[in-house]
C-alpha cells in the first residue's frame, strides 16, 4: 500500500489504546480516535497534535454515533486508511452470575459494535479507491479458556473468525485484515482478577511473564506500518500461554 494517511482507533482515550494513539502519531500520521469520555491524555495529546489528532465523544454501541464519528473523520481527514478496533469492555463474573443486560453490554460493545464500524470504515476505503489496514484487537481468552471469562472469550474468538473471513472477502481489494491477541497485561479489564488468579496465569504462561502493551506496539507497527503481504492472520503476543 502507499504511505499511510490516517487512522481511526477506536477506544483510544486510555489504556492500550492509548498506546496506539501516541504510537501513530509519532509515526506522523493522522490519527482519530472515540471514546465515552475526554480524557486528560487525549487533551494533552490535540494540543501537541493539533492539526493530526481528532476526537469525538461516541458511545461505540451507538451506531447512528459511529457513523456521525467516521463521516467526521472523513471529512476532516479526506480518507481512512487504516482502522484499529481497540473498544471493548471486559467480564468480571461467572456465567451464572452475569446479569442478562451485561452479556448484551460485552457482546454489543466487543463484537457488534466492532463489525460495525469495520463496515463503515471499509465502505470508505473501497469507494475512495484506496487500499488499507484493518487490525482488531483480540485476546488470548479467544482460544484458551478462563473461568469468569466465557462471554468476553466468545466475543473474542469471534473477532478472530471475523478477520479470517473478512481477510478473503477483501484481499483482491488490497486491504489486509488482522487480528492481533494480547496474554494478560495490567489493564483496567485485568484489575478484576485477583492476585492468586493472576498467578496462576502466570504459572500457564511459557514464559512465566505477562505481556505488557509496550509489547505489542511493534506488532502493530509491521501490520500498519510496513510493506507487507499479511492477511488473515491472528498474532499472538501471549508468552507462549496459548500454546
Do not use: W
Request: aromatic share 6%; proline share 2%.
Amino acid at each position: 500500500m502507499s504511505e499511510l494517511q490516517s487512522v481511526i482507533v477506536s477506544g483510544g482515550s486510555r489504556g492500550l489504546g492509548l498506546s496506539f494513539v501516541k504510537q501513530c502519531l509519532e509515526k506522523g500520521v493522522k490519527v482519530a480516535t472515540c471514546a465515552r469520555k475526554l480524557t486528560n491524555e487525549i487533551n494533552d495529546l490535540q494540543q501537541r497534535y493539533p492539526d493530526r489528532l481528532f476526537f469525538q465523544e461516541v458511545d461505540i454501541t451507538d451506531s447512528n454515533a459511529q457513523k456521525k464519528f467516521v463521516n467526521s473523520v472523513a471529512s476532516a481527514f479526506g480518507e481512512i486508511s487504516a482502522l484499529v478496533n481497540n473498544a471493548a469492555v471486559g467480564q468480571d463474573h461467572l456465567l451464572t452470575h452475569l446479569p442478562e443486560e451485561k452479556i448484551h453490554q460485552i457482546i454489543t460493545t466487543n463484537l457488534t459494535s466492532q463489525i460495525l464500524m469495520t463496515k463503515l470504515v471499509v465502505k470508505k476505503m473501497l469507494l475512495g479507491g484506496n487500499k488499507g489496514r484493518i487490525i482488531n484487537i483480540s485476546s488470548i481468552c479467544g482460544v484458551r479458556g478462563y473461568p469468569g471469562l466465557s462471554v468476553y472469550s466468545a466475543t473474542k474468538g469471534a473477532m478472530d473468525a471475523f478477520t479470517r473471513s473478512l481477510a478473503r472477502e477483501l484481499g483482491n481489494r488490497g486491504i489486509l485484515v488482522n487480528s492481533i491477541a494480547p496474554g494478560f497485561f495490567s489493564s483496567e479489564m485485568s484489575q478484576v482478577l485477583t492476585e492468586e488468579q493472576m498467578q496462576i496465569i502466570k504459572r500457564r504462561t511459557a514464559t512465566e511473564e505477562l505481556t505488557t502493551p509496550e509489547q505489542i506496539l511493534p506488532v502493530l507497527e509491521m501490520l500498519l506500518f510496513t510493506d507487507n503481504n499479511i492477511s488473515g492472520q491472528v498474532l499472538y503476543v501471549d508468552g507462549g500461554a496459548g500454546i
